[in-house]
């Protein structure tokens, strides 16, 4: 009889056990995040969307909204959502570890990354944490570890749908409310507005209080930021209250979950780990990029046309999720495509040693962006132009590659992956690695 694995001998997967295409394709994500994330560090959180905030309306600093609009927004979280349902499934295989301790050892991994959220959105003070909302889908993600994938697909293409009728039904309700506003303030001037007129300005006024575009929430905003740490902190604890309770039971869970959901039957399926024939991932990138990269577009033609109404920002757009999706299955193509042919060696390197330490790199990036933002930094929130903000992503990237692939020179995991690894098994894991003895 074998003998099973008890919670001290269970241990996390080691380095020449790792799937390596997982890791370029989770350091691809994780920079790329960087790229819509930088806009929140920098500006207001309004202008993640709405490039008016900012005066990104004309020139490179329009042409830098458009493609990232167009090329980045939504996939990159979507990719990264995705890789961890695979990651889930990949810690559940441990085959000499008894059901209940892997089952103990899941979830305390789990609440141990909704605590890795908590501190990075109220202590790290970063309004857009994803720790915290993974951690959260995570608890309902065991419950599906043993579905087929294309159950798996089913349950997930189900709450995209659900999610679609969300954004169908917002575009429509914003729209309408935006056109009965314009045609009040259409009116002559001196016209006595009825009360009925009233409350519909009143209505819109609270709709971009809700979305932070009013010009008092937008002052507020810049105040906090140029202040001290604390008062950081206490400005934000609200907004990061909202995130992780209204917002999350509405909306991103269950953004979250289907990605997660369907990772998992990608991982089933044999997608991430680049073993499939090239043909499937050309299949990939051609149906991922030749469905989102147009839809992406005409989306963002569409916002930009208009005067970049609201009802066309984002989540807002009918499509949104179908576009999103869609151009993260291309990227996913596309990478595994690079692994499974060994091309641009330096690059998936580069990328593979970044995705290993995700977890320490995703939470560096707060610091890092913090200090140089935030007033009791550099405190240059606001001051530059958005193609400048770019240059600053160029330099956190530069760092976390080169940082991640000197550290795994001479260690197991990043700081963070030990920290978690440790906690997870109740025991502290070997963090050098040891060199053979010649």
Same mark, same amino acid.
């Given at each position: 009889?074998?003998?099973?694995?008890?919670?001290?001998?269970?241990?996390?997967?080691?380095?020449?056990?790792?799937?390596?295409?997982?890791?370029? #394709?989770?350091?691809?994500?994780?920079?790329?995040?960087?790229?819509?994330?930088?806009?929140?560090?920098?500006?207001?959180? &309004?202008?993640?969307?709405?490039?008016?905030?900012?005066?990104?309306?004309?020139?490179?600093?329009?042409?830098?909204?458009? %493609?990232?609009?167009?090329?980045?927004?939504?996939?990159?979280?979507?990719?990264?959502?995705?890789?961890?349902?695979?990651?889930? #499934?990949?810690?559940?295989?441990?085959?000499?570890?008894?059901?209940?301790?892997?089952?103990?050892?899941?979830?305390?991994?789990?609440?141990?990354?909704?605590?890795?959220?908590?501190?990075?959105?109220?202590?790290?003070?970063?309004?857009?944490?994803?720790?915290?909302?993974?951690?959260?889908?995570?608890?309902?993600?065991?419950?599906?570890?043993?579905?087929?994938?294309?159950?798996?697909?089913?349950?997930?293409?189900?709450?995209?749908?659900?999610?679609?009728?969300? *954004?169908?039904?917002? *575009?429509?309700?914003?729209?309408?409310?935006?056109?009965?506003?314009?045609?009040?303030?259409?009116?002559? *001037?001196?016209?006595?507005? %009825?009360?009925?007129?009233?409350?519909?300005?009143?209505? +819109?006024?609270?709709?971009?209080?809700?979305?932070?575009?009013?010009?008092?929430?937008?002052?507020?905003?810049?105040?906090?930021?140029?202040?001290?740490?604390?008062?950081?902190?206490?400005?934000?604890?609200?907004?990061?209250?909202?995130?992780?309770?209204?917002?999350?039971?509405?909306?991103?869970?269950?953004?979250?979950?289907?990605?997660?959901?369907?990772?998992?039957?990608?991982?089933?399926?044999?997608?991430?780990?680049?073993?499939?024939?090239?043909?499937?991932? +050309?299949?990939?990138?051609?149906?991922?990029?030749?469905?989102?990269?147009?839809?992406?577009?005409?989306?963002?033609?569409?916002?930009?046309?208009?005067?970049?109404?609201?009802?066309? &920002?984002?989540?807002?757009?009918?499509?949104?999720?179908?576009?999103?999706?869609?151009?993260?299955?291309?990227?996913?193509?596309?990478?595994? #495509?690079?692994?499974?042919?060994?091309?641009?060696?330096?690059?998936?390197?580069?990328?593979?040693?970044?995705?290993?330490?995700?977890?320490?790199?995703?939470?560096?990036?707060?610091?890092?962006?913090?200090?140089?933002?935030?007033?009791?930094?550099?405190?240059?929130?606001?001051?530059?132009?958005?193609?400048?903000?770019?240059?600053?992503?160029?330099?956190?990237?530069?760092?976390?590659?080169?940082?991640?692939?000197? +550290? #795994?020179?001479?260690?197991?995991?990043?700081?963070?992956?030990?920290?978690?690894?440790?906690?997870?098994?109740?025991? %502290?894991?070997?963090?050098?690695?040891?060199?053979?003895?010649?």
């Amino acid at each position: 009889m074998t003998r099973k694995a008890s919670p001290s001998e269970a241990s996390p997967v080691a380095g020449k056990s790792r799937i390596q295409s997982l890791d370029v #394709l989770r350091g691809f994500a994780l920079l790329g995040i960087l790229l819509m994330n930088i806009l929140v560090f920098a500006f207001p959180f &309004a202008a993640y969307t709405d490039p008016t905030i900012d005066g990104a309306t004309e020139g490179l600093n329009l042409a830098i909204f458009a %493609s990232m609009d167009v090329l980045v927004e939504g996939s990159m979280r979507a990719i990264f959502s995705m890789l961890f349902g695979a990651g889930m #499934l990949i810690f559940l295989a441990k085959r000499d570890t008894d059901v209940d301790t892997l089952r103990a050892l899941f979830y305390r991994r789990t609440g141990l990354l909704i605590v890795f959220g908590l501190v990075n959105a109220y202590i790290f003070i970063w309004p857009g944490d994803i720790l915290y909302t993974y951690g959260m889908a995570g608890l309902l993600l065991y419950f599906f570890r043993d579905f087929s994938a294309a159950v798996l697909t089913k349950y997930s293409l189900a709450i995209f749908f659900f999610l679609g009728v969300i *954004h169908t039904g917002l *575009h429509m309700e914003v729209r309408s409310l935006r056109n009965d506003v314009k045609a009040v303030e259409a009116l002559p *001037h001196g016209t006595v507005l %009825s009360s009925e007129q009233l409350q519909t300005l009143d209505d +819109w006024d609270s709709f971009l209080e809700e979305q932070f575009v009013s010009p008092e929430i937008i002052q507020l905003e810049y105040e906090a930021r140029k202040s001290g740490y604390i008062e950081n902190v206490i400005a934000y604890a609200p907004f990061n209250f909202l995130l992780q309770t209204v917002v999350l039971f509405f909306t991103s869970l269950w953004d979250v979950l289907a990605m997660m959901l369907l990772g998992m039957a990608f991982f089933k399926w044999g997608l991430l780990d680049a073993s499939r024939r090239s043909r499937d991932y +050309w299949l990939l990138v051609i149906a991922g990029v030749g469905l989102g990269l147009p839809l992406n577009y005409l989306e963002t033609a569409t916002y930009i046309s208009s005067g970049y109404e609201t009802y066309w &920002a984002g989540a807002y757009r009918p499509s949104y999720d179908v576009s999103r999706l869609s151009l993260a299955v291309g990227y996913i193509g596309i990478i595994m #495509l690079l692994c499974k042919h060994a091309l641009f060696p330096w690059f998936r390197s580069a990328l593979a040693a970044v995705g290993q330490l995700a977890l320490t790199n995703y939470l560096a990036q707060s610091l890092i962006c913090n200090f140089i933002f935030m007033g009791f930094g550099l405190g240059l929130f606001g001051d530059l132009q958005r193609y400048q903000a770019y240059l600053v992503v160029l330099g956190v990237w530069m760092i976390q590659i080169v940082f991640s692939q000197v +550290w #795994l020179r001479f260690y197991c995991f990043g700081p963070a992956e030990w920290l978690w690894r440790s906690l997870t098994y109740k025991q %502290s894991q070997p963090l050098r690695l040891v060199t053979p003895e010649v």
